[in-house]
């Protein structure tokens, strides 16, 4: 099991820019392929990007493409999230999640066996 703690959640006006960490511990980082998903209130959680295990490849979510950057540091144990032109429909709970096994899909949320507690990002209009 990986420990995972995000930062980076804040208040940010439409058009802003934030930076999410995803911390990992408590195993090797760069055994885990791992993947940012969200959830607004009344909401389903949704995909946002994913990243495999070495970071060569990543994947997003139609609705941030071309506004947020996945990547990883796996000698820092950390995954972040670049999000860029923010809208207020970015608002949500940003959560980092792990899962070991490198065969499946990086968007569905029940393939992650580990996961962080969340950090709220809240984009004004």
């Known amino acids: 099991q990986v420990q995972l703690v995000e930062t980076g959640g804040g208040l940010v006006q439409a058009g802003g820019s934030l930076r999410l960490s995803c911390a990992a511990s408590?195993?090797?980082?760069?055994?885990?392929?791992a993947a940012w998903f969200r959830q607004a209130p009344g909401q389903e959680r949704e995909y946002v990007a994913g990243?495999?295990?070495?970071?060569?490849?990543?994947y997003y979510a139609d609705s941030v493409k071309g506004r947020c950057t996945i990547s990883r540091d796996n000698a820092k144990n950390t995954m972040y999230l670049q999000m860029n032109s923010l809208k207020p429909e970015d608002t949500a709970v940003y959560s980092c999640?792990?899962?070991?096994?490198?065969?499946?899909?990086?968007?569905?949320?029940?393939?992650?066996?580990?996961w962080g507690q969340g950090t709220q990002v809240t984009v004004s209009s």
């Open positions: 408590g195993r090797t980082f760069s055994n885990y392929a």
């Open positions: 990243i495999t295990r070495s970071g060569s490849l990543t």
């Open positions: 999640a792990a899962k070991r096994d490198a065969i499946g899909t990086l968007y569905k949320a029940e393939e992650y066996d580990d």
